[in-house]
Every structure is written in C-alpha cells, then in structure tokens.
C-alpha cells in the first residue's frame, strides 16, 4: 500500500544523523533535510558525547516531530546508528552523516522508487562537493562530480562496498534484523549492507540528491592498509560465499593489500 506521505503520525522517511562535535556541519546536514520538499520526513539526530555547541545546533534545527538524543561516553557512530534505527518511526529509513547534505529534492525524488519497490533496499547515486579548509565551497573543474551506481552489479558487493551509506534507503520492517558492529574499527557500513543484502532484493534507483563534502587532500579513512586488511578479512568470513568468482576476487584484492591467502578461506 503507498504510504500516506502527508499522514503526521507516520512519516514516510526517517532520516538517522549521528554525530560527534561537528556542530556547525551538523546545523547543515539537519538543515538540508528540513528544508527537503517532501513534508512527511522525520530527522532522528544521536549525538556521541554531545557538547554545548552540538546541543544548540540540535535545538535550533530540528522541528517539533525529529528527535534529539544525546548519549555520554565515546561510544561511536554505529551505536548511535542504532539507536537511530530503534526510535525511527518512518516506514522506511536512511542515513546521513553529519558532514554531508541532501539537494531539497532528493527524498521526494526517491519516494517514488520506494513506493514502488516497499520490500527491497534501494540505493541512489550521489555528489561529490569538494570544499576548502574553511568549508566554502571549492571552485573551478572537479569540484563537483556525480557519482553513478547504475551499472554496479550488486553481488560484488561481496567483494567490496561501494554503496555509500547516505544512498541507501531500506523498509523499517527490517531494522530488528540487522545492526552495525561496534567492534569493527572501520567498514561498519559495508557489514550492515551485507546484512541487508541477505535478507531483501536491491534496487537502484536514477536519482542523485546525497552530497558529500570533501576538504581537499583529506581523507575519512585514516587506518593503515593492514588494519583495514583486517578488518576486510573478519567482514568476508562472517559472509561467506559459494561463487568462485567472487572467492577468486577477495583473495586478489586482500594480497593488494599485502597477504597472501587462499580463496578457500574467503
């Protein structure tokens, strides 16, 4: 059944920011969904160890209907993911982290597409803004370039993620079936799309609204090629998979990184 995207008891979307003393980017990414052109959305903000600056920037931003949580202790973003998901009430539900932004469009754009499809997880393109030091927006070519999933073949997601977290929207019936790892110290998101990926179809949806900013020269994943080796290494054998290709292909990409290991083991 559509959803009834102007019903207030039931928002249509839910859209999960954690956070951690990012206040100003955090007032951005709150503000590019309340201004989205679709009203029956929802904004669920949890805030790890939430300082004075995150609290202000949380109650200046969000609406009577989103929801602020703030927890003590340094916890991480895949606990407060979710926590997110537990107090989501949208039927379905995103991510967005709290240094990036959507275009106004884009979750109106998207609804059609989950509609639609109301079983499968569905994912969309996205934009790259790169931003100076100060976070102006950077000028000239390269700046802004959109990044397209529609040939992706999603069985090689097997091998490695290339889904953002941000593009992925997945029906709330699915929520008590799937979390992130906080014992992971990296690619929580890439294991929680694994999960997904074994219990709902995927679709692409032709839709680009997710923005993320980049500082140039910066990097989110500062971990070392054996720490991230490790971590590709726990996430493929808590996934195993028959398909030699995809073996053949795990095994390539983790010697890349440095170790030699046989396929049978991936």
Partial sequence: ???????????????????HHRAEKLARAIRSVTEQTLDAVEI??????????????????LRPQ???????????????????????????LCFLDDDDSMEAD????????????????VFTDYTVLQETE??????????????????KAVRFLNVMNFIPISCLFFPRTLRDEVAFDPGLRSHEDWDFILQLLHRAPFQHAPVTGTNYH?????????????????????????????????????????????????????
């Fill in 44 to 61: 669920v903000v949890c805030a790890d160890e939430g300082s004075a600056e995150t609290r202000r920037a949380a109650a200046d931003s």
């Fill in 134 to 151: 100060d976070g102006t927006p950077a000028a000239g070519e390269g700046a802004r370039k959109e990044k397209s999933l529609a040939r």
């Fill in 1 to 19: 059944m559509p959803v009834d995207s102007t019903s207030p008891s039931r928002p249509a979307i839910s859209v999960i920011i954690p956070t």
């Fill in 214 to 266: 980049r500082v140039y020269g910066d990097s989110r994943n500062r971990m070392t090629r054996q720490e991230r080796m490790s971590d590709f290494i726990s996430i493929y054998r808590r996934n195993p998979v028959a398909d030699e290709d995809l073996r053949k292909r795990r095994e390539e990409l983790i010697t890349r990184m440095g170790v030699e290991i046989a396929a049978r083991f991936l």
């Fill in 106 to 121: 884009f979750l109106a754009s998207a609804l059609p597409h989950l509609e639609a499809s109301p079983d499968s997880v």
């Fill in 66 to 92: 989103d929801v602020f949580l703030s927890r003590p202790g340094m916890r991480g973003p895949a606990e407060s993911r979710n926590l997110g998901m537990r107090l989501a009430r949208g039927r379905w």
